[in-house]
């Protein structure tokens, strides 16, 4: 009897280190979702009033841009600039942190694909300019008809994004 005892505690203590060890992975374990790291150990806080309201406030600021920007036909920048606002306030949100909240998002995107907007126009006014963009439009009309025009304009798109793509392939 008392050598099952025996046997049963050791076999009860390499239960409970094996939990252990299986534990102290979990906790070392995690999974990059997006840009979140996710601990699979870690609980989630109940759910609250506070937020739902956030999610109200998220769901009233993207309806008030749909709206603005496809029934009223605002200004994209401006549609968003107003759901943004309207979002913080329903969040209830002070004034100024809504706005650096909007000016640090606007700028974040806008100094990544401001760079790209800036080179574009640069091109276009210089193929303006020298006469390019006069000759590419007379060279497309030239060799299409009005029937055919859209397929060659997007012919034109398509090989010029199958050069660009051959010049940068090793």
Do not use: Y
């Not at 505690?9 to 252990?20: L, P």
């Not at 800036?118 to 020298?130: F, N, P, R």
């Amino acid at each position: 009897m008392q050598k099952t005892s025996a046997s049963q505690s050791e076999a009860n203590q390499q239960a409970k280190a094996n939990r252990n060890m299986t534990a102290a992975r979990a906790s070392r374990v995690s999974i990059r979702l997006l840009w979140v790291t996710v601990n699979p150990t870690t609980t989630l806080a109940p759910w609250s009033g506070h937020d739902t309201q956030l999610l109200i406030a998220c769901a009233l600021g993207l309806a008030i841009i749909v709206i603005a920007i496809g029934v009223l036909k605002l200004a994209p920048f401006l549609s968003i600039l107003v759901g943004t606002f309207a979002a913080g306030f329903a969040a209830h949100q002070p004034l100024e942190a809504i706005a650096q909240a909007f000016s640090k998002g606007a700028g974040a995107l806008l100094g990544d694909v401001g760079i790209i907007i800036a080179l574009g126009a640069m091109l276009g006014a210089l193929m303006a300019e020298s006469g390019a963009a006069d000759r590419l439009v007379m060279t497309l009309l030239d060799h299409s008809t009005p029937k055919r025009l859209p397929w060659m304009m997007a012919f034109v798109r398509s090989s010029s994004a199958c050069r660009s793509s051959s010049k940068s392939a090793p």
